[in-house]
């Protein structure tokens, strides 16, 4: 969720909490009792596509991040003992590239990391008799085989959890213009009923209507590039006056 949105959100949930609050005053004026069962029902489909959009983001960059780092550290391994074995023979040389750096390998896209430790596994499938000598034995090249194919195997996955997160996050656009709807055309004109007559209820409404934009970035001006963080409020244009 945007900070953006959040800040939004914590208007909505105290507007919630207020209308809680007065409750004896509306719960038998059947218009603003309508108003907030549908608030509700908002409130609780916006907290469920932010749990989805924020499990699958978190999810997809812990679990990516994991393999990767696991894929690299078994190449980096498997290099350092080629690289080894092609110094100490006077004769045969590695035609394929094996001096990889780990700074290389961390900086490639995924589907060239997995090209690249494809064919580090390819060498060293190659060489088992000779990596033997080096404690390389067919178990560890197989590990390492593994650990390609589980990564590449894992890529559609990680890009249909982004769809996923994508749809998530349009559908909390969607939610979130439904419920600034909701107050501006409905629940801000309904007050207005108690303006005169109940003057507190009233005034604490139009206090939780503002948001307050915790931790939202504005910029100085065109010429400067340094933004200032602020706690500045921000008044809907549609409240009742």
């Known amino acids: 969720m945007q900070k953006r949105q959040a800040n939004r959100l914590k208007m909505y949930e105290a507007i919630k909490a207020l209308l809680n609050n007065y409750k004896v005053l509306w719960s038998n004026f059947a218009p603003v009792a309508k108003v907030f069962e549908e608030l509700e029902a908002l409130l609780e489909e916006i907290d469920r596509y932010d749990q989805i959009a924020t499990t699958i983001s978190k999810g997809v960059a812990t679990g990516k991040n994991a393999q990767r780092t696991k894929l690299i550290d078994l190449t980096i391994e498997m290099l350092a003992m080629l690289c080894a074995l092609e110094a100490q023979s006077a004769g045969k040389k590695i035609a394929a590239k094996i001096d990889y750096s780990r700074t290389e390998l961390v900086k490639m896209r995924d589907f060239n990391l997995q090209i690249v430790c494809k064919g580090i596994v390819t060498v060293a499938t190659d060489e088992k008799e000779r990596l033997e000598d080096f404690g390389i034995d067919t178990s560890e090249i197989e590990a390492l085989k593994q650990e390609v194919d589980l990564f590449a195997n894992s890529v559609p996955s990680v890009r249909q959890a982004i769809a996923t997160r994508k749809v998530a996050n349009e559908r909390l656009k969607e939610l979130f213009a439904q419920t600034d709807d909701l107050l501006k ?22 206090s ?4 307050i ?19 500045s409020t921000e008044e809907t244009t549609s409240n009742p006056t």
């Open 213 to 231: 934009n915790y931790g939202v970035r504005h910029k100085k001006g065109k010429s400067e590039e340094k933004t200032t963080q602020t706690d």
């Open 185 to 206: 055309n409905q629940l801000d004109r309904l007050m207005l009923h108690y303006k005169q007559l109940q003057p507190e209820f009233y005034i604490s409404y139009k």
């Open 208 to 211: 939780s209507r503002h948001v």
